[in-house]
């Protein structure tokens, strides 16, 4: 997948380069800076630094990668954190684009960066985190490349307390272990849709039932500026007979595509370019092309990251994966942290990728 945050040690890193999180003059320093120096063999790399001499806040310079199992090394100036009002975060997202410019000017098809800044330099690490994931996926917008965000401490990653909070309360709500949740869900998926007409209009449904039989339903307070519930759209509200007849009239007709017929067919009922969904879905290129192929065969975490670019509803999503042998389960941490960003409509790739690495699962795309 073209961007991955992984735990490891920036050292062991087999891409074309790795980035160093230097110093204005170039020297060994301690931290990410003088392991780098040492694994690269000090001497020879001081020697090559020496000769460029010293490089601007901001800015970015490349060396040989020497005994490093890479090409190259560039070294990246971020900024030493002081207020955070005195250009901080602008002076990092620069270190971060001036290095992928680099990188790109030769010709490097990977590279691995440390988080930037948040060592001895005292950056916040939640913050020197958006930053970077904001520089990349931008580069990435407009550019081929892997890119590796590697951490040495998995606690260098932190998800904000209420998305946590949020997350948490969720699992604990929905986890089962029985593993039984999906045939459940089917059965109960009409009558969730129903709730939800009933409490936009009772009154749409007098003549059909009473109010004590509507199931009642434990509701989550998802409450925050990132989290709104999303509001009912008015194509929901026609009968339940009606949208059974509509969701079976569509069924029978597209129960014989393939999950690339699928995919391509939704890439254009939502209106959006193929490129919008690759970029958008964490997924190269190339492997998008083999997508074409009707026999194609994603993994899950692919397909579920193609769900999320194409901005699927839970159902849609459930319907996608249906047609490449999976299916979502409430046994399944990984299946239930999706589950929360669909259903609140938050489809940022970077954000759901941040939090699957915070709860130690596998992340998506390809």
Same mark, same amino acid.
């Given at each position: 997948m073209p961007f991955q945050i992984i735990h490891n040690d920036i050292t062991k890193m087999n891409t074309d380069a790795i980035v160093n999180a230097a110093n204005s003059y170039l020297q060994q320093g301690g931290g990410v800076c003088g392991a780098i120096f040492q694994a690269a063999g000090a001497e020879f790399l001081k020697k090559e630094c020496d000769e460029i001499g010293s490089c601007p806040i901001g800015h970015a310079v490349i060396t040989k990668g020497y005994q490093l199992p890479v090409k190259y090394i560039i070294h990246a100036v971020g900024p030493i954190w002081k207020s955070g009002d005195q250009g901080e975060d602008m002076l990092l997202a620069m270190a971060y684009r001036n290095s992928l410019e680099l990188a790109k000017e030769y010709h490097l098809t990977s590279v691995s960066f440390p988080l930037i800044s948040s060592g001895i330099y005292g950056y916040p690490k939640d913050e020197a985190l958006q930053i970077a994931i904001s520089a990349i996926?931008?580069?990435?917008? /407009?550019? !081929?490349?892997?890119?590796? #965000?590697?951490?040495? $401490? +998995?606690?260098?990653?932190? #998800?904000?307390?209420? =998305?946590?909070?949020?997350?948490? /309360?969720?699992?604990?709500?929905?986890? %089962?272990?029985?593993? !039984?949740?999906? $045939? +459940?869900? +089917? =059965? *109960?998926? &009409?009558?969730n849709e129903f709730d939800q007409i009933y409490d936009l209009n009772p009154n749409l449904f007098s003549d059909r039932v009473s109010k004590k039989t509507k199931r009642q339903r434990n509701k989550i307070d998802f409450e925050s500026d990132q989290f709104e519930e999303a509001p009912i759209e008015d194509a929901l509200c026609y009968s339940m007979q009606e949208s059974a007849t509509r969701c079976l009239?569509?069924?029978?007709?597209?129960? $014989?595509?393939?999950?690339?017929?699928? #995919?391509?067919?939704?890439?254009?009922?939502?209106?959006? @370019? $193929?490129?919008?969904?690759?970029?958008? @879905? *964490?997924?190269? +290129?190339? =492997?998008? &092309?083999?997508?074409? *192929?009707?026999?194609?065969?994603?993994?899950?975490?692919?397909?579920? @990251?193609?769900?999320?670019?194409?901005?699927?509803?839970?159902? %849609?999503?459930?319907?996608?994966?249906?047609k490449a042998g999976y299916t979502l389960s409430n046994s399944n941490r990984f299946d239930l942290i999706i589950r929360f960003f669909i259903e609140n409509k938050r489809f940022d790739m970077y954000v759901i990728n941040e939090t699957l690495f915070t709860y130690d699962q596998p992340l998506l795309g390809a």
């Open positions: 996926s931008e580069f990435l917008l /407009h550019n !081929e490349m892997n890119i590796y #965000l590697v951490v040495f $401490d +998995r606690k260098a990653i932190s #998800l904000s307390e209420k =998305l946590f909070t949020q997350i948490n /309360h969720y699992i604990d709500t929905y986890y %089962e272990d029985n593993g !039984e949740y999906e $045939d +459940r869900n +089917r =059965l *109960n998926r &009409s009558s009239e569509d069924v029978m007709k597209q129960i $014989d595509e393939t999950f690339s017929e699928m #995919l391509f067919r939704l890439i254009d009922e939502k209106g959006k @370019a $193929d490129v919008e969904v690759y970029k958008r @879905a *964490n997924i190269d +290129r190339k =492997l998008f &092309s083999k997508m074409r *192929n009707k026999e194609y065969q994603p993994k899950k975490s692919t397909a579920l @990251a193609l769900a999320i670019a194409l901005e699927l509803s839970l159902d %849609e999503t459930k319907d996608f994966l249906m």
